[in-house]
């Protein structure tokens, strides 16, 4: 960080650091929503290393297709933040709603939209059948 203020100057040294930091706290945040899906799915302890590389893997794949899509959508005009932030405002709603109910601990895994949406382009097992990704 010095360095960085001393070749490049405050403003450039101050820029870095704010998105160390939030990259970091993002990385924190994506472990904990890692291990709660890994424990709402009900993953094995053998296999959460594997399921958590995969999902490392598709999270930082998906950060930059969602990077690319969203400054597409930001260029396009302001209505693009009210978008994004009528979906934050429902998202963070059902959260408080599930939380205060207790809604989101009872939950049938297979009923979830990404499950079914995942049952129509691949076989999905409700069980574990071994490490490995496909059957031979």
């Avoid at 979906?87 to 989101?104: D, P, Q, R, S, W």
Wanted: zero cysteines; glycine letters at 8%.
């Amino acid at each position: 960080m010095l360095f960085l203020w001393a070749w490049l100057g405050g403003t450039s040294a101050l820029e870095f650091f704010t998105g160390f930091v939030v990259e970091k706290s993002l990385s924190v945040d994506n472990l904990f929503v890692f291990m709660l899906l890994l424990a709402g799915f009900s993953v094995p302890a053998e296999l959460q290393q594997r399921v958590l590389l995969y999902g490392i893997v598709g999270a930082l794949v998906l950060r930059g297709i969602f990077i690319a899509l969203g400054a597409a959508l930001l260029q396009a005009g302001t209505w693009a933040f009210l978008v994004f932030g009528a979906i934050l405002f429902v998202t963070a709603i059902k959260i408080l709603h599930e939380a205060l109910t207790g809604a989101a601990f009872d939950r049938d895994v297979s009923q979830l939209r990404s499950v079914r949406l995942l049952r129509r382009l691949m076989p999905v097992t409700d069980d574990y059948r071994g490490p490995r990704l496909t059957e031979h």
